[in-house]
Protein backbone atom coordinates (compact mmCIF):
# COMPACT_ATOMS: atom_id res chain seq x y z
CA UNK A 1 0.00 0.00 0.00
CA UNK A 2 1.46 3.34 -0.84
CA UNK A 3 -0.97 5.12 1.25
CA UNK A 4 -2.19 4.56 4.80
CA UNK A 5 -5.14 7.09 6.26
CA UNK A 6 -3.98 8.06 9.56
CA UNK A 7 -7.04 7.44 12.42
CA UNK A 8 -9.05 10.08 13.25
CA UNK A 9 -8.44 11.29 16.86
CA UNK A 10 -11.46 10.34 18.78
CA UNK A 11 -10.63 12.15 21.60
CA UNK A 12 -9.67 11.16 25.05
CA UNK A 13 -9.35 7.38 25.76
CA UNK A 14 -8.73 5.21 28.09
CA UNK A 15 -5.54 2.79 27.30
CA UNK A 16 -8.82 -0.01 27.24
CA UNK A 17 -10.43 1.73 24.52
CA UNK A 18 -7.13 2.60 22.74
CA UNK A 19 -6.08 -0.84 22.72
CA UNK A 20 -9.42 -2.30 21.42
CA UNK A 21 -9.68 1.17 18.97
CA UNK A 22 -6.37 0.26 16.89
CA UNK A 23 -6.91 -3.52 16.76
CA UNK A 24 -10.04 -3.07 15.08
CA UNK A 25 -8.67 -0.08 12.57
CA UNK A 26 -5.72 -1.94 11.63
CA UNK A 27 -8.01 -5.30 11.40
CA UNK A 28 -10.20 -2.90 8.76
CA UNK A 29 -6.44 -2.08 7.33
CA UNK A 30 -5.46 -5.70 6.88
CA UNK A 31 -8.60 -6.98 5.46
CA UNK A 32 -8.51 -4.20 2.79
CA UNK A 33 -4.68 -4.54 1.88
CA UNK A 34 -5.43 -8.18 1.43
CA UNK A 35 -8.63 -7.50 -1.15
CA UNK A 36 -6.66 -4.81 -2.78
CA UNK A 37 -3.35 -7.32 -3.24
CA UNK A 38 -5.44 -10.14 -4.44
CA UNK A 39 -7.51 -8.51 -6.93
CA UNK A 40 -4.32 -7.31 -8.37
CA UNK A 41 -3.01 -10.51 -7.99
CA UNK A 42 -0.50 -10.07 -6.17
CA UNK A 43 1.40 -13.84 -4.51
CA UNK A 44 0.84 -14.97 -1.17
CA UNK A 45 4.36 -13.44 0.01
CA UNK A 46 3.87 -10.22 -1.27
CA UNK A 47 0.43 -9.84 0.16
CA UNK A 48 2.04 -11.11 3.91
CA UNK A 49 4.70 -8.62 3.09
CA UNK A 50 2.32 -6.05 2.58
CA UNK A 51 -0.18 -6.37 5.68
CA UNK A 52 2.69 -7.09 8.07
CA UNK A 53 4.61 -3.26 7.03
CA UNK A 54 1.04 -1.35 6.53
CA UNK A 55 -0.35 -2.93 9.94
CA UNK A 56 3.14 -1.97 11.86
CA UNK A 57 3.05 1.74 10.25
CA UNK A 58 -0.51 2.39 11.25
CA UNK A 59 -0.01 0.94 14.97
CA UNK A 60 3.41 3.00 15.54
CA UNK A 61 1.88 6.22 14.19
CA UNK A 62 -1.21 6.28 16.05
CA UNK A 63 0.59 5.59 19.16
CA UNK A 64 3.17 8.23 18.37
CA UNK A 65 0.53 10.68 18.22
CA UNK A 66 -1.48 9.41 21.06
CA UNK A 67 0.24 8.02 23.75
CA UNK A 68 3.95 9.75 22.69
CA UNK A 69 5.71 9.56 25.91
CA UNK A 70 5.14 5.50 25.88
CA UNK A 71 7.88 3.08 24.24
CA UNK A 72 7.05 0.40 22.33
CA UNK A 73 7.95 -3.03 21.40
CA UNK A 74 6.31 -4.40 17.77
CA UNK A 75 7.16 -7.54 16.31
CA UNK A 76 7.91 -5.84 12.84
CA UNK A 77 10.18 -3.05 14.39
CA UNK A 78 13.09 -2.51 15.37
CA UNK A 79 13.83 -2.85 19.41
CA UNK A 80 14.72 -0.02 20.87
CA UNK A 81 16.48 -0.53 24.18
CA UNK A 82 15.37 2.09 25.90
CA UNK A 83 11.83 0.44 26.27
CA UNK A 84 13.74 -1.23 29.29
CA UNK A 85 13.81 1.73 31.23
CA UNK A 86 10.41 2.88 30.18
CA UNK A 87 7.17 2.51 33.02
CA UNK A 88 4.65 2.00 29.88
CA UNK A 89 5.27 -0.47 26.83
CA UNK A 90 3.29 -1.19 24.16
CA UNK A 91 4.01 -4.86 23.56
CA UNK A 92 2.54 -5.04 19.31
CA UNK A 93 1.79 -8.10 16.76
CA UNK A 94 0.62 -6.29 14.16
CA UNK A 95 -0.43 -9.67 12.25
CA UNK A 96 -0.27 -12.43 13.84
CA UNK A 97 -0.76 -15.79 11.67
CA UNK A 98 1.40 -13.93 8.89
CA UNK A 99 1.22 -17.31 7.27
CA UNK A 100 -2.14 -17.82 6.94
CA UNK A 101 -3.09 -14.35 6.49
CA UNK A 102 -1.98 -14.31 2.87
CA UNK A 103 -4.01 -18.20 2.31
CA UNK A 104 -7.57 -17.10 0.69
CA UNK A 105 -10.15 -17.95 2.50
CA UNK A 106 -8.31 -18.54 5.88
CA UNK A 107 -9.24 -16.52 9.53
CA UNK A 108 -6.39 -18.16 11.62
CA UNK A 109 -5.00 -14.29 12.23
CA UNK A 110 -4.84 -11.12 14.43
CA UNK A 111 -4.03 -8.03 15.69
CA UNK A 112 -2.70 -8.08 19.34
CA UNK A 113 -2.32 -4.55 21.55
CA UNK A 114 -1.13 -4.90 24.68
CA UNK A 115 0.24 -1.90 27.51
CA UNK A 116 1.93 -3.02 29.87
CA UNK A 117 3.17 -1.50 33.05
CA UNK A 118 6.62 -2.18 34.98
CA UNK A 119 6.15 -5.40 33.06
CA UNK A 120 2.54 -5.86 33.99
CA UNK A 121 -0.29 -6.37 31.46
CA UNK A 122 -2.90 -3.80 32.11
CA UNK A 123 -4.81 -3.04 29.17
CA UNK A 124 -5.38 -4.99 25.86
CA UNK A 125 -7.25 -5.80 22.63
CA UNK A 126 -7.20 -8.94 20.25
CA UNK A 127 -9.01 -8.36 16.95
CA UNK A 128 -10.09 -11.40 14.88
CA UNK A 129 -10.95 -9.63 11.61
CA UNK A 130 -11.65 -11.92 9.02
CA UNK A 131 -14.76 -12.94 11.46
CA UNK A 132 -15.21 -9.76 12.71
CA UNK A 133 -15.14 -10.38 16.26
CA UNK A 134 -13.07 -7.97 18.85
CA UNK A 135 -12.25 -9.20 22.26
CA UNK A 136 -10.76 -6.86 25.01
CA UNK A 137 -9.98 -6.23 28.70
CA UNK A 138 -12.38 -3.53 29.05
CA UNK A 139 -15.27 -6.18 29.54
CA UNK A 140 -16.79 -8.04 32.68
CA UNK A 141 -15.47 -11.09 33.17
CA UNK A 142 -17.27 -14.08 32.42
CA UNK A 143 -15.76 -16.35 35.21
CA UNK A 144 -14.12 -19.20 32.89
CA UNK A 145 -15.52 -17.97 29.75
CA UNK A 146 -18.05 -18.53 27.98
CA UNK A 147 -19.59 -22.28 28.92
CA UNK A 148 -20.09 -24.32 26.08
CA UNK A 149 -21.85 -27.64 26.61
CA UNK A 150 -20.11 -30.26 24.40
CA UNK A 151 -19.50 -34.33 24.96
CA UNK A 152 -15.74 -34.12 25.61
CA UNK A 153 -13.62 -30.77 26.54
CA UNK A 154 -11.35 -29.40 23.45
CA UNK A 155 -7.92 -28.76 23.99
CA UNK A 156 -6.61 -26.48 21.59
CA UNK A 157 -2.90 -25.96 20.18
CA UNK A 158 -0.75 -24.97 17.17
CA UNK A 159 -0.55 -27.29 14.30
CA UNK A 160 2.94 -28.82 14.75
CA UNK A 161 2.50 -29.49 18.71
CA UNK A 162 -0.03 -32.30 19.14
CA UNK A 163 2.72 -33.72 22.27
CA UNK A 164 1.36 -32.10 25.08
CA UNK A 165 -1.93 -31.29 23.71
CA UNK A 166 -2.97 -34.91 23.72
CA UNK A 167 -1.34 -35.79 26.90
CA UNK A 168 -4.00 -33.09 28.21
CA UNK A 169 -6.51 -34.16 26.81
CA UNK A 170 -6.08 -37.41 27.93
CA UNK A 171 -6.10 -36.12 31.28
CA UNK A 172 -9.09 -34.79 30.74
CA UNK A 173 -10.88 -36.76 28.72
CA UNK A 174 -10.84 -34.36 25.87
CA UNK A 175 -9.81 -33.92 21.68
CA UNK A 176 -7.49 -31.87 20.67
CA UNK A 177 -7.94 -29.26 17.67
CA UNK A 178 -5.66 -26.81 16.23
CA UNK A 179 -5.46 -23.52 14.00
CA UNK A 180 -2.93 -20.88 13.34
CA UNK A 181 -2.11 -17.58 15.16
CA UNK A 182 -2.07 -17.69 18.82
CA UNK A 183 -4.78 -14.78 19.53
CA UNK A 184 -7.37 -16.88 17.59
CA UNK A 185 -6.86 -19.98 19.70
CA UNK A 186 -6.73 -18.16 23.03
CA UNK A 187 -9.71 -16.18 21.74
CA UNK A 188 -11.45 -19.73 21.43
CA UNK A 189 -11.04 -20.30 25.10
CA UNK A 190 -12.52 -17.01 26.10
CA UNK A 191 -15.48 -17.69 23.45
CA UNK A 192 -16.03 -21.05 24.58
CA UNK A 193 -15.29 -23.29 21.59
CA UNK A 194 -12.10 -24.82 22.81
CA UNK A 195 -11.10 -25.43 27.04
CA UNK A 196 -7.68 -25.04 27.05
CA UNK A 197 -5.33 -24.11 24.72
CA UNK A 198 -1.72 -25.22 25.07
CA UNK A 199 1.64 -24.12 23.36
CA UNK A 200 4.71 -25.67 24.59
CA UNK A 201 7.59 -24.34 23.21
CA UNK A 202 8.54 -20.77 23.67
CA UNK A 203 6.92 -17.84 22.16
CA UNK A 204 7.97 -13.79 21.88
CA UNK A 205 5.84 -11.84 23.90
CA UNK A 206 4.39 -9.89 21.24
CA UNK A 207 2.60 -13.15 20.30
CA UNK A 208 1.02 -14.10 23.73
CA UNK A 209 1.02 -10.40 25.79
CA UNK A 210 -2.53 -9.36 24.12
CA UNK A 211 -4.22 -12.71 23.97
CA UNK A 212 -3.20 -13.85 27.61
CA UNK A 213 -3.91 -10.40 29.39
CA UNK A 214 -7.60 -10.27 27.34
CA UNK A 215 -8.17 -14.34 28.57
CA UNK A 216 -7.31 -13.26 31.99
CA UNK A 217 -9.75 -10.72 32.48
CA UNK A 218 -12.41 -12.71 30.90
CA UNK A 219 -11.71 -15.18 34.21
CA UNK A 220 -9.42 -17.93 32.51
CA UNK A 221 -6.49 -19.32 34.09
CA UNK A 222 -3.49 -18.30 32.41
CA UNK A 223 0.66 -19.00 32.51
CA UNK A 224 3.56 -20.11 31.50
CA UNK A 225 3.76 -23.87 30.52
CA UNK A 226 6.14 -24.06 33.73
CA UNK A 227 3.47 -23.07 35.79
CA UNK A 228 5.15 -19.39 35.79
CA UNK A 229 3.24 -15.90 36.24
CA UNK A 230 3.53 -14.32 32.70
CA UNK A 231 6.04 -11.00 32.43
CA UNK A 232 6.72 -9.04 29.93
CA UNK A 233 9.21 -6.07 28.31
CA UNK A 234 12.20 -8.63 29.14
CA UNK A 235 15.48 -7.97 27.50
CA UNK A 236 15.47 -10.97 25.96
CA UNK A 237 11.42 -10.64 24.93
CA UNK A 238 9.71 -14.43 25.33
CA UNK A 239 7.87 -16.33 27.39
CA UNK A 240 8.33 -20.35 28.42
CA UNK A 241 5.02 -21.18 26.33
CA UNK A 242 1.63 -20.40 27.24
CA UNK A 243 -1.28 -22.07 29.20
CA UNK A 244 -4.84 -21.00 28.51
CA UNK A 245 -7.81 -22.71 30.55
CA UNK A 246 -10.89 -22.85 31.83
CA UNK A 247 -10.24 -22.82 35.54
CA UNK A 248 -12.45 -26.37 36.13
CA UNK A 249 -9.56 -28.09 34.54
CA UNK A 250 -6.74 -26.20 35.19
CA UNK A 251 -5.16 -28.41 38.30
CA UNK A 252 -5.84 -31.38 35.98
CA UNK A 253 -3.82 -30.08 33.40
CA UNK A 254 -0.84 -28.93 35.17
CA UNK A 255 -0.51 -32.28 36.78
CA UNK A 256 -0.48 -33.70 33.38
CA UNK A 257 2.25 -31.39 32.36
CA UNK A 258 4.30 -32.27 35.67
CA UNK A 259 4.09 -36.18 34.98
Known sequence: ??????VTDPGPLCDHQLAGLLARRVGQLLIDVRQKAWSEGCPQHQVREMGDSAAHSLLVDCLARMRPDDAVLSEEGDDDDRRLSAERVWILDPLDGTRDYGVPGSVEWAVHVALVVN????????????????YGTLQEPVRGGRSTRRER????????????????????????????SAGVKAMAVVEGTADV?????????WDVCAPAAVAAAAGLDVCGMDGSDLSYNKVRPVVPGLLVSRPEFTERVRVSLTR
Open 1 to 6: MSHVSP
Open 119 to 134: GVPVAAAVDLPAVGRL
Open 197 to 205: YVHPSGLYE
Open 153 to 180: PVVITSRSQWGEAEHVAAAIGGVVHSCG
